[in-house]
């Protein structure tokens, strides 16, 4: 008898025990789960506007340059000139409806001459103008988280306002002394903001800022002598400020500085040079800026993938 007649009514059961190792208990092998990629990081962009008087106008051209290249801050800081500009454009206002509105404006809209007051102009004037262009809108209502930085005059503080009155912000933020009167508010006298905070670098980053775009305006001493109160004033201030101004720019992550020295502090009618201006330095510095926003969010986006 052959080897397969022999083994023939065994057949059917080695079949079963082969089906039985192969579908009876082995589980199928489950399909790769698809590797999901960290979330992309969302960096916050921080813009510190500096004080400056009539210099301010130049923000606007700054302001025109980081959006023309599709750069669109999420905060933004201001400090004298730098808060009146910072609080319109955290308003709403798109760079051109800032430079309309920049052209519109005549000093006379914002002093209120009052002699023998503790300064020469009230500055209610200013108030009320920028409430009428925020539509009078409180700071934390604003389309655009923003601070106005002051300086409190019983102390010295620094001071951040993030709530309240815009407009009485804006005014204490701008209260040159000798030349505004104290503001009041809660009890407490404001001045300045430029004699702690010439560019608000750190309120910027109070804001959540991570990468902080800061335009330096301040007058800078050239051994020449300004003329007029109001020149002689700011230059002061810049003075003051200049030591503490220059540790806070340090903080920041790239510095725009317009070329506006050669503009009064009172020179409102070089408003159009000076907008040029800040379009200029704006757009020779948009290389760097675009390289360290890169950079950083690179640095970032690693330590999103580390801790995913």
Same mark, same amino acid.
């Given at each position: 008898?052959?080897a397969?007649?022999?083994?023939? #009514? ?16 082995t ?5 790769p ?72 404006? +005549?000093?006379?809209?914002?002093? $209120?001459?009052?002699?023998? @007051?503790?300064? !020469? ?6 108030? $009320?103008?920028?409430?009428?262009? !925020? ?36 005014r204490?933020? @701008?209260?040159? #002394?000798?030349?505004?009167? #104290? !503001? ?10 430029? !004699?702690?905070? #010439?560019?608000?670098? +750190?309120?910027? =980053? ?31 201030i ?12 340090? =903080?920041? +992550? ?22 040029l ?32």
């Open positions: 008898m052959s397969i007649h022999r083994y023939r #009514p065994l057949l059917p059961l080695l079949a079963s025990l082969v089906l039985c190792a192969c579908f009876g208990t589980k199928p092998t489950p399909p789960a698809p590797l999901v990629p960290p979330p992309v990081v969302k960096l916050r962009i921080g813009l510190a506007l500096g004080g400056g008087a009539a210099k301010g106008f130049a923000h606007i051209g700054v302001i025109k340059m980081l959006e023309a290249n599709g750069i669109r801050p999420d905060v933004v800081a201001g400090t004298s000139a730098g808060s009146v500009v910072g609080s319109l454009y955290a308003s709403g206002m798109d760079p051109f409806q800032l430079q309309e509105t920049a052209y519109a404006l +005549d000093q006379a809209n914002l002093r $209120d001459v009052r002699l023998f @007051s503790g300064g !020469v102009v009230q500055g209610q004037k200013l108030q $009320d103008y920028v409430n009428q262009q !925020v539509k009078n809108r409180p700071l934390d209502k604003l389309a655009v988280p923003f601070a106005a930085v002051a300086t409190q005059l019983e102390t010295g503080q620094r001071t951040v306002f993030v709530r309240g009155n815009t407009g009485q912000a804006v204490a933020s @701008s209260s040159v #002394p000798g030349v505004f009167e #104290p !503001v009041e508010i809660n009890g407490k006298h404001y001045i300045d903001g430029g !004699v702690v905070s #010439p560019v608000p670098v +750190d309120a910027a =980053r109070q804001l959540g800022a991570d990468v902080v775009i800061a335009v330096d305006i301040s007058s800078k001493a050239d051994g020449t002598n300004p003329q007029g109160v109001f020149n002689i004033v700011g230059q002061s810049s003075i003051m400020g200049q030591k503490l101004g220059e540790q806070e720019l340090a =903080r920041a +992550d790239i510095v725009i500085r317009p070329k506006v020295n050669q503009i009064g502090a009172a020179d409102f009618e070089q408003k159009n040079q000076a907008i201006e800040g379009e200029r330095a704006a757009l020779a510095a948009m290389p760097a800026i675009k390289a360290k926003i890169a950079a950083i969010q690179a640095a970032h986006q690693q330590q999103a993938i580390a801790a995913h």
